[in-house]
């Protein structure tokens, strides 16, 4: 662990593309963060409520249960109205922003407009 004073912080990756999910695990890791991943929303949602992250990076559109269902589901359940949810999708549209940011996510990141720098800049700020 890289001594950055994150190493106590927990972050939930919930994400299908499995190399980005490992690139931005890696990323997080040499910042010092614990992280863990999930491949889709139901099991974002186990493993939020069996971990309790700091923090969840969230895909929306995954097969078994897509990013806005989980997270609709995320805050409807006590366990999860607190954890912050950063979007970070491939969908580009004011749609798919308002639908996420009106569901409780905190940020939405466009994948392509945002370096694993960026993302691990934005999830230390959330954080702090």
Known sequence: MAG???SSKKILIVDDEI????ALSDRLVSEGYS???????EEGLKKIFAESPDLVLLDLVMPKMDGITMLKTLRGDPR??????????????????DASLAS????????VNNTLDDVARIVK???A
């Open 4 to 6: 950055k004073n994150t």
């Open 19 to 22: 190399f980005l999910a490992r």
């Open 35 to 41: 992280v863990a991943v999930a491949k889709d929303g």
């Open 80 to 97: 999860g109205q607190m954890v912050p949810v950063i979007v970070l999708s491939n969908l580009n549209n004011a749609q798919s922003m």
């Open 104 to 111: 409780g996510a905190q940020d939405f990141l466009v994948k």
């Open 125 to 127: 700020k959330r954080l």
